[in-house]
């Protein structure tokens, strides 16, 4: 049995860790509340944007820019966002689960699947595992997420795809919609295919006048589409992060008071003990003078 001091310095060791865990928990509420505001103020424009395109799509079906062209299905890339931190629940995990296995089902069809790992905990899941093939990691980018580093790693994708290094685009982040509540979500980026609704089609289409050209048009907007759609990954996958930790921390925060809790009753138990057996051996002493 574990003596009084052993067990009041296991009190003091969980309290200690309650106090950071509560820190950590009020620190990912304020960064929450941050990410949330620019999650909310991004999510009209990336959807005006797609809904810009498939409107052009409509009007302009027989378009031959490179970032609308199907190909046969050889080589994909795959840019999955995790964090550069941990202590956020399953938050990195299930990225992870999720990137291994659409490239292990091959869930696209294609033959070859890479990886372009956003975050250092995606790195040093899915580094070692076979089958897995990583081409680029970029840490440390969750910190500050700006368009103009959305805007690079846009650039990357759509100039490799247009190169014909590869010729299918995915990206797997995990989509905000409440601090308790995040989804593993995986989006088709290149090709571009437009989403026209049912009652887009049925809607009149009025032509329209592109100054200088549909094709110069298309050729500034398409590649525009990319970097707003991963910003708006990034945006969604920093809040995911801020929320998973924030629940969490609130859940290692109870888990330690219960702890703390037991711990105490243990101690007094113990010390009742003790106090009963220091009582017994001077009524035995005094006793036995007698």
């Known amino acids: ?8 310095k296991r009190i003091s060791s969980v309290k200690n860790t309650q106090q950071i865990t509560k820190a950590m928990k009020m620190v990912s509420a304020a960064k929450l509340r941050r990410a949330q505001d620019a ?10 944007m797609q809904d810009v395109l498939s409107s052009m799509a409509m009007r302009d079906a027989d378009s031959t820019h490179p970032l ?3 190909r046969e299905k050889k080589r994909a890339l795959v840019v999955i966002m995790t964090a550069d931190r941990g202590l956020c629940g399953g938050f990195n995990s299930s990225i992870a689960k999720a990137a291994e296995a659409f490239v292990r089902d091959q869930a696209e069809g294609f033959e070859e699947y890479t990886l372009r790992i956003i975050g250092r905990k995606g790195n040093e899941a899915l580094k070692r595992r076979p089958g897995i093939t990583i081409d680029k990691v970029y840490e440390n980018l969750t910190g500050n997420i700006t368009y103009a580093t959305a805007s690079l790693l846009g650039k990357e994708i759509v100039d ?16 905000f919609f409440s601090a308790i509540n995040q989804e593993v979500t995986t989006t088709q980026l290149l090709p571009i295919v437009p989403e026209v609704s049912e009652e887009q ?13 549909s094709e110069e048009v298309l050729s500034s907007i398409l590649p525009k589409h990319i970097e707003v759609q991963i910003f708006r990954a990034l945006l969604e996958s920093v809040a995911s992060e801020q929320g998973a930790r924030m629940s969490s921390m609130d859940s290692a925060s ?3 008071a ?31 003078i007698k």
């Not at 049995?1 to 009041?8: E, G, R, T, Y």
């Not at 014909?164 to 995990?174: C, E, F, S």
């Open 1 to 8: 049995m574990a003596s009084l001091k052993d067990i009041k």
């Open 39 to 48: 999650v909310v103020a991004a999510r009209p424009y990336a959807e005006k």
């Open 68 to 70: 609308l062209e199907e």
């Open 160 to 175: 490799d795809y247009i190169e014909g290094k590869y010729d299918g685009v995915y990206v797997i982040y995990n989509r």
């Open 201 to 213: 089609q049925q809607e009149y289409v009025a032509d329209y006048i592109y100054e200088p050209s």
């Open 254 to 256: 109870k888990n330690a």
């Open 258 to 288: 219960e702890m703390i809790n037991k711990l105490t009753l243990q101690y007094n138990r113990a010390r009742q003990a003790a106090i009963t057996t220091e009582l017994m051996e001077i009524i035995s002493g005094a006793e036995s």
